[in-house]
T-cell receptor, first 115, second 111 residues
Framework: ETGVTQTPRHLVMGMTNKKSLKCEQH?????MYWYKQSAKKPLELMFV???????ENNSVPSRFSPECPNSSHLFLHLHTLQPEDSALYLC??????????????FGPGTRLTVT | GQQLNQSPQSMFIQEGEDVSMNCTSS?????WLWYKQDPGEGPVLLIA?????ELTSNGRLTAQFGITRKDSFLNISASIPSDVGIYFC???????????FGQGTTLQVKP
C-alpha cells in the first residue's frame, strides 16, 4: 500500500449505530488530520494530531471521537450520528517537525450516509 | 472565522484553452496551496507556495502567491480532458496545522 488509505470507502449507518472509520498513512509522516466534506461547502478541518497528541479540535460535536494510537494510524469513532453528518470524511497526513508542514496528503475518503 | 473566496465557481472550456482561477481572503496567509479533486477521490496536492510574490510551476500549472498575502492564482495552460475536476485553494497561517479551504472551482473541458 502506498500513500494514505481509508476504510471503509462507503458506510451506511443508522442514527443509533456505532461505527469507526480507519485511516493509515504509508508516507513516514507524523501528523494526521480528519476533514469533513459536505456538498456545496468547503472542506472543514475536524481534528489534528501531531506525534499522536491532539493539537486541534475544531469545535466538533462529541458524537465524533478521534483516536491516534501511533503516527501511522488514525480512527474516527462515530456514535448516535444525525442525518446532517452524512458527508465525505477525508483523512490527511503531513510532516510535523518544529511546526506543521502544510503539504497535507489526502486519502480517498469514506462516504458516510446516516439514515 | 477565516474564509476564502474562490472564483469562478465553475468553468466550461474547450480543450487547448488556458484557464485562470483565483482565491482571495480578508486575512493574511503565510502559505497557499492548490489541490485538485477527482470524483470519488481525495484532493491531490498540485502546488505549494510559501513566500509573497512567489511564482511556482508544475508542468502546465502555474500558481502565484499574491504580494498582499491575501490572494493566490492558478493558471492551467493548454488544457486537456484529464484536467477535469474540482480545484481547491487552501491557505494557512499560524502553527496549528489548520488549512482553510476555498469552495472550489469545477472545471469541465470539452474535447
Amino acid at each position: 500500500e502506498t500513500g494514505v488509505t481509508q476504510t471503509p470507502r462507503h458506510l451506511v449507518m443508522g442514527m443509533t449505530n456505532k461505527k469507526s472509520l480507519k485511516c493509515e498513512q504509508h508516507l513516514g509522516h507524523n501528523a494526521m488530520y480528519w476533514y469533513k466534506q459536505s456538498a456545496k461547502k468547503p472542506l472543514e478541518l475536524m481534528f489534528v494530531y501531531s506525534l499522536e497528541e491532539r493539537v486541534e479540535n475544531n469545535s466538533v460535536p462529541s458524537r465524533f471521537s478521534p483516536e491516534c494510537p501511533n503516527s501511522s494510524h488514525l480512527f474516527l469513532h462515530l456514535h448516535t450520528l444525525q442525518p446532517e453528518d452524512s458527508a465525505l470524511y477525508l483523512c490527511a497526513s503531513s510532516l510535523w517537525t518544529s511546526g506543521p508542514s502544510y503539504e497535507q496528503y489526502f486519502g480517498p475518503g469514506t462516504r458516510l450516509t446516516v439514515t | 472565522g477565516q474564509q476564502l473566496n474562490q472564483s469562478p465557481q465553475s468553468m466550461f472550456i474547450q480543450e487547448g484553452e488556458d484557464v485562470s482561477m483565483n482565491c482571495t481572503s480578508s486575512s493574511i496567509f503565510n502559505t497557499w496551496l492548490w489541490y485538485k479533486q477527482d470524483p470519488g477521490e481525495g484532493p491531490v496536492l498540485l502546488i505549494a507556495l510559501y513566500k509573497a510574490g512567489e511564482l511556482t510551476s508544475n508542468g502546465r500549472l502555474t500558481a502565484q502567491f499574491g504580494i498582499t498575502r491575501k490572494d493566490s492564482f492558478l493558471n492551467i495552460s493548454a488544457s486537456i480532458p484529464s484536467d477535469v475536476g474540482i480545484y481547491f485553494c487552501a491557505g494557512a497561517s499560524g502553527n496549528t496545522g489548520k488549512l482553510i479551504f476555498g469552495q472550489g472551482t469545477t472545471l469541465q473541458v470539452k474535447p
